[in-house]
């Protein structure tokens, strides 16, 4: 699904954040980011979703190479990536559903969009995806009411409804206790393998990436210096990314 080859990215104080970093991604795979604070891993997704320029590299993306491409085409992939926060950006004052229905905003005709209607089967859809993340009983409750882990698995269910094939889901649980960040990364885990979607997911808790990665990668002085299928690391590879 995703090939990267070489993809190298500097600021232009000079600092090479991201170094010949080179991988092949496919769905169906949580891949779990580790790295230690400004090893570069918001650059890293900001860099794979088109929102920083590459220095170098090759990016193919559903078998056609996409490096270098231009806005239109841009925009097309934006539709098919989501980007979830730490603090996922979500209306307070709406409801968990009115906030899932919102992200059908650019999949609606023009004439719906305009008058702003929401059909039976979008609302299904929608209770269908908050059920799927057991929040059926606040979907009527205005987000400024759910917890961190609540708010963050509505954002999740935002990008199920967009449609989304990739999510880089950056340090979504930073901030929540360990209880709520295993209810998230869970919901990451089955919406991954059930809706064949590739995740990637930055963490700052190893044991989070052992338990939920399908894959854990580590980041250290811009190169990606572990990557293994999702188990427990070892010392070494410990030393190496941290
Ligand atoms: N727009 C920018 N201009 C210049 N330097 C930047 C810019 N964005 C990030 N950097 C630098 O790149 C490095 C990596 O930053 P980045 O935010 O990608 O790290 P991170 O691993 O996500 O950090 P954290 O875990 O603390 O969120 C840092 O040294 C940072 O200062």
Redesign the pocket.
């Given at each position: 699904m995703i090939i990267v080859r070489n993809l190298t990215k500097s600021?232009p104080?000079g600092?090479r954040?991201l170094d010949r970093i080179s991988f092949q991604a496919d769905e169906g795979e949580l891949v779990a980011l580790l790295?230690a604070?400004?090893?570069?891993?918001?650059?890293?997704f900001r860099c794979l979703m088109l929102k920083e320029k590459w220095n170098d590299g090759q990016y193919i993306y559903d078998g056609k190479d996409i490096s270098g491409t231009g806005a239109w085409e841009k925009f097309r992939l934006n539709k098919q990536w989501a980007y979830l926060e730490e603090k996922p950006s979500l209306n307070l004052k709406k409801t968990a559903l009115k906030n899932v229905l919102s992200a059908l905003l650019f999949k609606k005709s023009w004439w719906r969009f305009l008058t702003n209607s929401v059909s039976e089967d979008d609302h299904m859809e929608a209770m269908d995806y908050l059920d799927k993340v057991g929040l059926l009983d606040k979907a009527h409750e205005p987000v400024e009411k759910l917890s961190g882990g609540e708010k963050q698995r509505v954002a999740i269910c935002k990008a199920l409804i967009k449609g989304a094939k990739v999510i880089f889901a950056d340090?979504p649980v930073s901030g929540l206790d360990p209880e709520a960040a295993s209810l998230v990364m869970q919901d990451f885990k089955s919406i991954c393998q059930k809706h064949k979607l590739l995740v990637f997911c930055?963490l700052h808790q190893v044991e989070l990436a052992e338990k939920f990665g399908s894959r854990i990668w580590g980041l250290s002085d811009g190169k990606l210096v572990v990557d293994i299928a999702g188990r427990r690391l070892t010392q070494r590879e410990k030393e190496l990314i941290f």
């Open positions: 600021f104080s600092q954040v790295g604070s400004g090893s570069g891993k918001t650059t890293f340090e930055s």
